[in-house]
C-alpha cells in the first residue's frame, strides 16, 4: 500500500526547525497571496509554465505537489512567496522551509525532464512595493535527488507507522461492536441513517429528542464506515464545552471496546485557554514554549499519538512534559488525529483550520454538528463584522505618526458615509468604494508598520487591526446574504456611529464546507421545519432529512395552552396576574420543581415580584443578568430530588437549553411567552431580506426562531422514560394551527 503526501506537507514535517515565531506576520490573506503569485507570473517571459503538476516516488511513499513556476528557457524553477514588511527580519527557519520545498520540487522536474541540472529560485514579492527579490541556486540533478531520498527517508518511518496505525484502526472498527448492550428506542434509527447518508456521501439533518444517546448513535455509526468509506477524518463539532466533554465521554467509552480500538481523539481548546503564558508573545523569545518548538515538536507529536486519547488535560501533561505550547501542539496534531473535537468554529468559521486542512489535504472526512439547531446564530456571527468610529478617535491619539494620515482619511470616508443619516439605523444598499479603499490603505498601512515594527506592542491597534481585516474581507464578499447597516450613536459627541456587514443568510459561506465533507449529519432535538435550516444554512440539495422517533409516549407530558392570556407586550400588565396565580396553583396541586421562561428580565421581575407578594410560601429562584458559570451552577444545584420551588428564567438563556434536569429534579415549565425575536429595526430587516430569499420572511425570522425556543425548553422537563412532567404554554397564539403544527409531533397538546 502507497503512502501518499503533499511535498508541503512533507517538508513541514521534515525540515521545520527552531523557534514558533508568530513575528514575522501579518502575512498577506489568502487574496492577496493569489493576486501577487499572478503578479509574478504574468511578469514571465511567453512559454513560463504556472502551477507545474510534479509527483515521483520513494520506496512505498508517493509525493506529490505544484510547483510554482517554471521557465524553460532559464532552466528556472521557482516557489513564489508572498510577504509584507521587512524581509531581512524574515525568521532562518522559514527561509530554510521554502528551500526544502523548492528543493523537492527541484528534483521532481529534473526527474520529469530527464535534466541534469536546474537552477532554483525562490522569489519573494513584496505586496506593498510589488518588487521581487529572487534567490538562486544551481544544483545538479543528483544533488536534488540526494536531497529528495533523504527528506522522504525521514518521513517514511513516519509514513509506515501511519499506515500500520491506518490498517489496525480499520481492522478494529470493522469488528467494532456497539459499546451498550442495545439501542434505545429511535437510537438505532439515528445510527442507521447517519450509516447510510455516510455511505451515500450526502448531508443528514436529524431531528431527534433528548435521551436517545445522540452522542454514541451518531459517533458510532459515523465509525464503523470509516473503512468501507475510506475516510480518513471524522470532525465532531459543538456549540458548547459541554458538548464537546459528552463526545469525548462517548469517545472513551467506545475505544475500550473489545479488540481495543487504537482511535487516536484530539479535543481543540481556544487558544486563550490552553496558553500557559497569556502575557507573553508566541514567539522564542518572549515564550518558552514557543523557543526551540519545532526542535521538541516530533517528540512531543509522537508521545500524544502513543497516548491516543488528547483530551485538554492530557494535551497539556504531554506538551509540558516536552517543553512544547499546547494550543499550538494540537494544530498539529489535528493533521495526524483520527477524531477531532471541537467547536464549531474549526470547521465553519471564515479562517476555519479543519476545513483548510480538508480542502489542502484532500480528506475525506464525515462531520457531525451537535445541537446544530445553533449553527444559524454562531454562522452569523462568523460572517458579521462590526466597526465602531470612536475606537478610530482613540487611535488616532495614540497611533504612531506612520498610521495617522490614512486613519484621519478614513475617519472623514467614514463621515461622509452617515452625513445624511437621520435616523438612529438605516441600511444601505452598498458599501461605497471610497470608504472600503480607505479602509484597505489604514489595513496595508498597519501591516507595513506592524511588519516593520514587530516588538511593539498596542492591544487596540491590534484590535482594531483585526476587526479592520474581517469588515474588508466580508466587504468583498458582500452581497444579498448580508446587510450593511449604520447605527448613529446616541452618546456621542461627534456624532459617531457603527457600522455592521450583518449575515442574514449563512448559505453562501457554509455551502462549500458541506460540499467539502463527504458526509455532514445535522442533530439536535429542534431542527423543525427542515426547509428554514436547510435554506438558511446552504445545506445541499440531496440531503436527507429524519425525523427520529420519540421514546417518550404522550402520557408522560401533560401539554396545556393557556389560550386566555396574552404575553404580547401591550399586554403584559393584565398578564402578570393570572401568571403568577397560574403557577402558585399547579405548584400548590403538585409540588416539586419547575422552571418558568419570560421573554426579558423586565417580564420576569414582574411576575417575580407579584409571586413573591401573593405566594411567599412558595420558594422563588431567580436568574439575574450575567451570571457568572459558578453562579448558573449554584442556580442548577438548587434542583434536587427532594427540593422543592421554582426558578425564574429567560427563554433563550442558559436555562433553556442545554442542562439535564432528569427525575424529580424538574417536574413542569411555564412559558410566559411565544419566544419570537425582538420586534426592531434590524429584525424587520431581516425580515425583509428573508422575505425577498425565501418568500416567508415573518415565519424565518420570527416565528420558527421562537418556537425553536420554546420546544428547547419545554424539553428540559422529559429527560428519560421514566421522567412524568407538565408544560404550560401561556399566550393565545399556542392556540393557532400554524404554531401548533410546529411543536413535537409526540405531544399531546390540551387547549
Ligand atoms: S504558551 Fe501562549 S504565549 Fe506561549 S506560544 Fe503558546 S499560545 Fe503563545
Known sequence: MKYTVAVRELTEFTAKQGDLDLRFTPSPSAQEGIAGHAVVTARRAAGYQTEVSLSGDYRHLTVRGRADGYDPTRNRLEEIKTFRGDLERMPANHRHLHWAQVKMYGWLMCDKLGLE????????????????????????????KQYFEE????????????????????????????????????????????????????????????????????????????PGQ?????????????????????????????????????????????????????????CPLAKGFYDRLPQARSAALVHGAMGKEALRTVALEHQVCPYYLSQELARWSDVVVGDYNYYFDTSAMLYGLTTANQWRVGVLVDEAHNLIDRSRKMYTAELDQTEIHFLRQSAPAALKKSLDRLNRAWNALHRDQEEAYRVYPEIPLKFTTAMQQVIADITDFMAENPTHVDSKLQRFYFDALQFSRLAETFDMHSLFDITLKADSR??????????????????????????????????????????????????????VESPFRAEQLSVRVIGKVSTRYQHREESLSPIADLMARQYEAKPGNYLAFFSSFDYLQKVLELFKVRYPQITAWEQSRRMEETEREQFLARFTPVSQGIGFAVLGGPFAEGIDLPGERLVGAFIATLGLPQLNPVNEQIKERMGAAFGA?????????????????????????????????????????????????WWKVES
Not at 472513551?252 to 480500538?261: G, H, Q, T, V, W
Open 151 to 226: 527528506q522522504c527517508g525521514r518521513f517514511l518511518a513516519w509514513a509506515e507507522q501511519e499506515l500500520a496505525h491506518r490498517n489496525a484502526s480499520n481492522q478494529a472498527l470493522t469488528a467494532l461492536r456497539f459499546p451498550h448492550a442495545s439501542f434505545r428506542p429511535g437510537q438505532r434509527q439515528l445510527a442507521e441513517a447517519v450509516y447510510r447518508a455516510t455511505a451515500t456521501g450526502c448531508c443528514l439533518m436529524a431531528e431527534a429528542p433528548t435521551g436517545i444517546g445522540k452522542t454514541i448513535g451518531t459517533l458510532f455509526p459515523l465509525l464503523k464506515a470509516c
Open 494 to 547: 461627534r456624532a459617531d456611529s457603527m457600522l455592521c456587514i450583518r449575515n442574514i443568510i449563512p448559505a453562501p459561506f457554509l455551502g462549500p464546507r458541506f460540499e467539502a465533507a463527504r458526509s455532514v449529519t445535522l442533530f439536535s432535538a429542534t431542527l423543525s421545519p427542515w426547509h428554514f435550516y436547510c435554506d438558511t444554512l446552504g445545506l445541499p440539495e440531496n440531503t436527507v432529512c429524519v425525523d
Open 117 to 144: 541540472e536546474m537552477r532554483l529560485a525562490l522569489v519573494y514579492f513584496d505586496i506593498a512595493s510589488q518588487k521581487e527579490t529572487v534567490i538562486e541556486e544551481t544544483h545538479s540533478a543528483t544533488a536534488l
Open 230 to 286: 475510506e475516510l480518513d477524518k471524522v470532525f465532531y463539532l459543538a456549540a458548547k464545552t459541554s458538548g464537546r466533554g459528552l463526545a469525548l465521554d462517548a469517545l472513551s467509552l467506545i475505544r475500550k471496546s473489545e479488540p481495543a480500538l487504537p482511535l487516536r481523539v484530539l479535543e481543540l481548546i481556544a487558544r486563550d485557554k490552553a496558553c500557559e503564558y497569556p502575557d507573553k508573545a508566541c514567539h522564542g523569545e518572549s
Open 697 to 745: 420572511g415573518y415565519d424565518y425570522t420570527y416565528l420558527f426562531p421562537g418556537i425553536q425556543k420554546v420546544v428547547q425548553a419545554a424539553g428540559r422537563v422529559i429527560r428519560t422514560q421514566q421522567d412524568r412532567g407538565v408544560v404550560y404554554l401561556i399566550d393565545d397564539r399556542f392556540g393557532r394551527p400554524n404554531v401548533r403544527r410546529l411543536l413535537p409531533a
